[in-house]
């Protein structure tokens, strides 16, 4: 293991995987997920190995993520939130994707370890301008009647709602991490 690996692991040895609960942090996001009508993934680093996903989205599924040229616009809005994170703007952070849709990102540090992040998204700030998602359809051939429908369930929630939801579950996860870690010690 090389010493870049090393910064992301708790005193060089542990990662956030060996430490926490998966499958009882899966579940909770879920639930939040399930709550919240948004997605939460967890990804380690450096890696960025998805680690927990739940709660995604019919409208990104069935259309963004099935075309080409518009899931290539997914990637870049993700790959940019984590090349902020990467780079320890510790914050949460939102965007704004290429298909119109908010995300966010915040990292999950131990002990000042960036382990892993949290993405949670989509969602909308302000109502959604339905003539501009009817172009994005009709641009992309997409049956319009269902993308709107789809559309009609993203989340239209307040930046500081969002914020505050996102900072919320990274420090759960922080939280179960240190549990996790505690509990090791104790073995």
């Not at 879920?30 to 409208?59: H, M, R």
């Amino acid at each position: 293991m090389g010493e870049n690996e090393r910064k992301y692991l708790i005193k060089g040895k542990f990662s956030l995987e060996e430490i926490v609960d998966i499958e009882r942090l899966r579940g909770m996001l879920n639930d939040f997920s399930l709550s919240a009508g948004y997605q939460c993934e967890l990804y380690s680093c450096p890696e960025w190995k998805c680690l927990i996903s739940t709660g995604k989205a019919d409208v990104c599924d069935r259309f963004h993520l099935e075309n080409p040229a518009v899931e290539s616009r997914c990637g870049k809005s993700r790959s940019n939130l984590r090349k902020k994170s990467a780079r320890g703007e510790r914050a949460p952070l939102v965007r704004r994707c290429d298909n119109g849709f908010m995300r966010g990102i915040a990292p999950v540090s131990v002990y000042g370890v960036h382990l892993a992040d949290l993405m949670t998204g989509p969602v909308l700030f302000d109502e959604p301008d339905m003539n501009l998602f009817r172009k994005q359809a009709e641009e992309n051939g997409y049956d319009t009647g269902q993308y709107l429908e789809l559309l009609g369930r993203i989340p239209v929630i307040s930046r500081e709602e969002f914020m505050k939801a996102l900072s919320f579950l990274a420090e759960m996860t922080v939280v179960l991490t240190e549990r996790g870690l505690a509990e090791s010690r104790n073995r």
